[in-house]
Structures are given as structure tokens and as C-alpha cells.
């Protein structure tokens, strides 16, 4: 087997993971708030992450800065904190669905924000892919049109928290470039873990409290899959094949994501979601062009 086809394996087995991280996320949002799922299923994932990120440290001779350390709780405030605190939010009070089809568009605000960010040009195609994601979203949310399975604050909370997510990518840039994604990831992810902890600490509110023999295995393939497996398997498919080609997964996602909560919720895909979904998948087409 070649390394390219190892590569598209990689990324095929992550688009699933992450296609199914809302749907999942879904069937316990009645036994733990937003913010702790987060932080039981990002601090099951960084026991995962942390060791490959000394392990690809000591084989590249990685040495951090002291300064670094800081962006890297940075990036963990708004990667973790903010972007996943967000989403599970917005899983809570909006249809899995359509929260994984928002989610996806993450990677179309990316480049905006890094013009605005790190002053890098806007080109035409770009403004393009934004103004039709830009639609297929307003397609889903349908605002002249009121819905019993879209929810308005689920909605706000999406886009916020894809919004987040693309500076999330932006910010993380320079820091992948000086120490590979994969350590990035791993000690944003700590460093959002701990903070999680102590706000859930001081605020009193329940950090383990909840977990039953009968949502621990969700909790686990939480933690292990979609936060831990996925974003190895995601760094070693690009690896093989290109970052460009990474990006498939959001391509992927919302069409399994909305066939999985439709199977496994009983979730109905109205038409406005195909048309949106359709909409957006078309932005990323239009993206990743040559």
C-alpha cells in the first residue's frame, strides 16, 4: 500500500470520527453540562495526544520556548474553552445535524480572518467561498421561515463556535510551523483541560458528577475517538498527502453527520438542509479548486 492511500485511509477514518462527535454528543446532554462533557472528552483525548507530542519532540529535536508556552494556553482558551464549549452548546439546543453542517464551515471563514489577522491578501475566489457559505448557512437557518427543528440560539451558538475554531487555525499557524500541528494541538488541548478544570472548580459546578456505567462507554469514545485517534490519524493522513487534501473531511462530515443523525436521532432532514448542505459543500469545492 503507498503512502498516498495510507494518507486518504488516515483521513477517511477522522471525517468519520468527527462526523460523528455531535451525534454522539447528542445522547448525553442530558447528564452533563456544555462545558464538562468538553472537559471529560478533551482530558480522556490529551492523555492520548500529549505522549505522541514528546514522542514527535525527542524524533524532531523540538525544544519550546518559554514565550510559546503562553500562545500555546492561548490557543487552548479559544480551541477548547471557547470553539468546543460553544459547540456543545449548540448541540444542546439545536438538531445535531445541522450543528455539524455549521461546524464544517469553519474553514470557510479561516482565510477572511487570516487577512484581518496576519494581513495575508483576500483574493476574489476567496470572497466567493465565503459568500456562498455565507448563503447555504442562511439557507439552513431559513430566517423568514420559522421551524420546530431549527433553534435560533443553537444557531448563534454554531457559528460562534466555528468562528472561534477558524482563529483557532489562524492563530495556530505560526505555532505549527515552529512545532508541527500535532504538538500544537496536544498542549492547546492541556492547557484548555486545566483551565476547564478550575472554572468547573471555582464556579462549583459538576466536574465528574454524572458518569453512570451507562453513558461512561459515550464518554470514552468521545475522548479516545473524535479528541484523541482522529486528530492522529488527521496529522499522519496530511502527512502523507497534503493539507489540501486534509480538508476533505470537511467535506465529509455533514453529509455523514446528517445520515447518522437521521439514523441514529430520528433527526428529519428538511430540504433546506440538503439545499444549504449542498450549498456549502459547493463553497468548499470552489475552495480547494486549483
Same mark, same amino acid.
Given at each position: 500500500? /503507498?503512502?498516498? @492511500? ?9 471525517? !468519520? ?5 455531535? +451525534? ?10 456544555? &462545558?464538562?462533557?468538553? %472537559?471529560? *472528552? ?11 507530542? %514528546?514522542?514527535? &519532540?525527542? $524524533?524532531?529535536?523540538?525544544?519550546? #520556548?518559554? *514565550?510559546?508556552w503562553g500562545n500555546f494556553f492561548g490557543l487552548g482558551l479559544i480551541g477548547i474553552v471557547l470553539s468546543m464549549v460553544l459547540l456543545q452548546m449548540a448541540v444542546k439546543y439545536a438538531n445535531a445535524s445541522i450543528v455539524a453542517v455549521i461546524f464544517s464551515s469553519n474553514s470557510l471563514f479561516a482565510a477572511?480572518?487570516?487577512? =484581518?489577522?496576519? &494581513?495575508?491578501?483576500?483574493? #476574489? ?39 472561534? %475554531? ?6 495556530? *499557524?505560526?505555532?505549527?510551523? #515552529?512545532? @508541527? ?11 484548555? +483541560?486545566? @483551565?476547564?478544570?478550575?472554572?468547573? $472548580?471555582? @464556579?462549583?459546578?459538576?466536574? !465528574? ?10 464518554? =470514552? ?13 488527521? !496529522? ?5 498527502? /497534503? ?6 473531511? !470537511? ?6 453527520? /446528517?445520515? %447518522?443523525?437521521?439514523?441514529?436521532? #430520528? ?14 459543500? /459547493? ?5 480547494? *479548486?486549483?
Amino acid at each position: 500500500m /503507498s503512502e498516498k @492511500t495510507k494518507g486518504f485511509i488516515y483521513i477517511l477514518i477522522t471525517a !468519520f470520527f468527527w462526523s460523528t462527535l455531535e +451525534v454522539v454528543s447528542k445522547t448525553i446532554v442530558l447528564d452533563f453540562t456544555p &462545558m464538562q462533557i468538553t %472537559f471529560l *472528552r478533551f482530558a480522556i483525548g490529551s492523555c492520548l495526544l500529549i505522549p505522541f507530542a %514528546f514522542y514527535e &519532540m525527542k $524524533l524532531e529535536g523540538i525544544r519550546i #520556548k518559554k *514565550r510559546d508556552w503562553g500562545n500555546f494556553f492561548g490557543l487552548g482558551l479559544i480551541g477548547i474553552v471557547l470553539s468546543m464549549v460553544l459547540l456543545q452548546m449548540a448541540v444542546k439546543y439545536a438538531n445535531a445535524s445541522i450543528v455539524a453542517v455549521i461546524f464544517s464551515s469553519n474553514s470557510l471563514f479561516a482565510a477572511p480572518l487570516a487577512a =484581518l489577522i496576519l &494581513m495575508e491578501k483576500l483574493d #476574489k475566489k476567496t470572497l466567493m467561498t465565503l459568500g456562498l457559505g455565507i448563503l447555504g448557512l442562511l439557507i439552513i437557518i431559513n430566517p423568514f421561515q420559522q421551524s420546530e427543528h431549527i433553534s435560533s440560539w443553537g444557531i448563534i451558538l454554531g457559528v460562534g463556535a466555528a468562528v472561534s %475554531f477558524a482563529i483557532f487555525t489562524v492563530l495556530g *499557524r505560526k505555532i505549527t510551523i #515552529k512545532y @508541527t500541528s500535532i504538538v500544537m494541538n496536544a498542549f492547546s488541548g492541556f492547557f484548555g +483541560v486545566i @483551565t476547564l478544570f478550575f472554572i468547573l $472548580l471555582t @464556579t462549583h459546578q459538576p466536574i !465528574f458528577q454524572g458518569i453512570h456505567p451507562s453513558n461512561l462507554f459515550t464518554l =470514552l469514545y468521545l475522548g479516545i475517538c473524535p479528541s484523541g485517534i482522529a486528530y492522529i490519524l488527521f !496529522f499522519k493522513g496530511i502527512h502523507y498527502t /497534503s493539507v489540501s487534501t486534509g480538508g476533505l473531511t !470537511f467535506f465529509i462530515k455533514p453529509v455523514f453527520a /446528517s445520515l %447518522f443523525a437521521a439514523v441514529f436521532l #430520528k433527526e428529519v432532514i428538511t430540504i433546506n438542509i440538503i439545499m444549504g448542505t449542498a450549498v456549502i459543500l /459547493s463553497a468548499f469545492l470552489l475552495k480547494f *479548486r486549483n
